[in-house]
């Protein structure tokens, strides 16, 4: 069984605060790890993928892979109110995506 | 259009009816997946299509879901004799590559079933 777990909250920081979203998985063979953003009532929207171990920064966004410690994690610099979502963890098994169920994010102005 | 469309946007269906969802992939591509999402969880994977080869049906729940994808554009997705517990959003999703990679998820289709 492919297992993706998060934490799911909520967590809350102040406006202008770094968000930390942690997730870990089950298999130590996988390759490719997503974050996406999903607003309530709204699809999932692809915001940061990662390959290789290390840190791949996109604007206020860094997404952290551990592969050793099967650990995935995203950064969220001066945090908006506008970032307040579901964060989703995604991690690729073969031809499919397995989903962790998500971190909700709240963001306080 | 510039996305991935589904429709309809919201069903509801009574116990025991036949339900069929439709997805459009962004023009061109090539992977098209199926994903069923409860409230409160992640999405679930369904079935996964090459275009129009079904390549893995290993989400489907039972053989009550059959979805289909015959020239490799749209694809449908079938509920037959629905159950309540088949209620949840139905996410489709496209990628240009036959990968995972930069996959785009459609608006979904909510189904409850009543």
């Known amino acids: 069984q492919k297992e993706v777990e998060q934490n799911s909250g909520p967590l809350s920081v102040p406006e202008g605060a770094i968000a930390s979203l942690n997730c870990t998985y089950s298999d130590r063979g996988s390759q490719s790890f997503f974050w996406y953003r999903q607003y309530s009532g709204k699809s999932p929207e692809l915001i940061m993928s ?36 579901t964060y989703l963890c ?16 709240r963001v306080k102005s | 259009g510039a996305g991935v469309s589904q429709s309809p946007r ?14 459009d992939p962004i023009s061109g591509h090539v992977s098209l997946f199926w994903y069923q999402q409860a409230l409160g969880q ?38 037959q004799r629905t159950q309540q517990e088949d209620s949840a959003v139905y996410l489709c999703a496209s990628s240009p590559q036959d990968t995972n990679t930069e996959a785009f998820f459609g608006q979904g289709t909510r189904l409850t079933v009543v």
């Open chain 1, 50 to 85: 990662i390959y290789s171990n290390g840190d791949k920064e996109d604007g206020r966004f860094t997404a952290q892979l551990n592969k050793a410690s099967q650990y995935v994690s995203l950064l969220i610099r001066d945090s908006q109110p506008s970032d307040s979502a």
């Open chain 2, 42 to 79: 992640g999405p679930e994977f369904l079935t996964y299509f090459q275009n129009e080869a079904q390549l893995d049906k290993s989400g489907l729940p039972s053989d009550r879901f059959f979805a289909e994808r015959p020239e490799g554009s749209v694809s449908t997705l079938k509920i």
């Open chain 2, 10 to 23: 919201y069903k509801v269906a009574k116990r025991g009816q036949d339900v069929a969802l439709r997805c």
């Open chain 1, 90 to 105: 995604a991690v690729e098994y073969g031809n499919k995506l397995v989903f962790g169920a998500g971190t909700i994010l």
